[in-house]
C-alpha cells in the first residue's frame, strides 16, 4: 500500500499561484501512474491531471494551459504547478496513486492522500 501525504495548498488570490506536492512512500512510485484530483463542495470529484510512468501527461480542459503536473522519482515526489488561479479552481485536492503504469481514463485509482485545501479568492 503507497501512502501519500499532499502538502502546498492555501488561500491564494484570483491569477496568482500555488504548487502542491505529494510525497509517496514505496519504492514502486516511478512504475505507476500518478494523479491529482479535486473535489469542491457539493460536486464529484475530478480528475485534474495525471502523470504515466512513460512521462506522459493528461490534463483536464479545465486546467490545461494554467496547471503542470510533475514528477521526482528520485524523491518520491508528485508535484501540481497551479498558475493564472481562478475562484472555480477552490477544492480539496488529492494526490492519488494507481497501480497501472500508464494512464487509463475510467480505470480507479488506488491510494489516496488526505487532501489539501485550495482557496482562490475573487
Not at 494523479?35 to 512521462?55: H, M
Request: hydrophobic share 30%.
Amino acid at each position: 500500500q503507497v501512502q501519500l501525504v499532499e502538502s502546498g495548498g492555501g488561500l491564494v488570490q484570483a491569477g496568482g499561484c500555488l504548487r502542491l506536492s505529494c510525497a509517496a512512500s514505496g519504492s514502486i512510485f516511478s512504475i505507476n501512474t500518478m494523479g491529482w484530483y479535486r473535489q469542491a463542495p457539493g460536486k464529484e470529484r475530478e480528475l485534474v491531471a495525471t502523470f504515466s510512468s512513460d512521462g506522459s501527461t493528461y490534463y483536464a480542459d479545465s486546467v490545461k494551459g494554467r496547471f503542470t503536473i510533475s514528477r521526482d522519482n528520485a524523491k518520491n515526489t508528485l508535484y501540481l504547478q497551479m498558475n493564472s488561479l481562478k475562484p472555480e479552481d477552490t477544492a480539496m485536492y488529492y494526490c492519488a496513486h494507481s497501480p497501472y503504469s500508464a494512464y487509463r481514463p475510467g480505470a480507479p485509482f488506488s491510494s489516496w492522500g488526505q487532501g489539501t485545501q485550495v482557496t482562490v479568492s475573487s
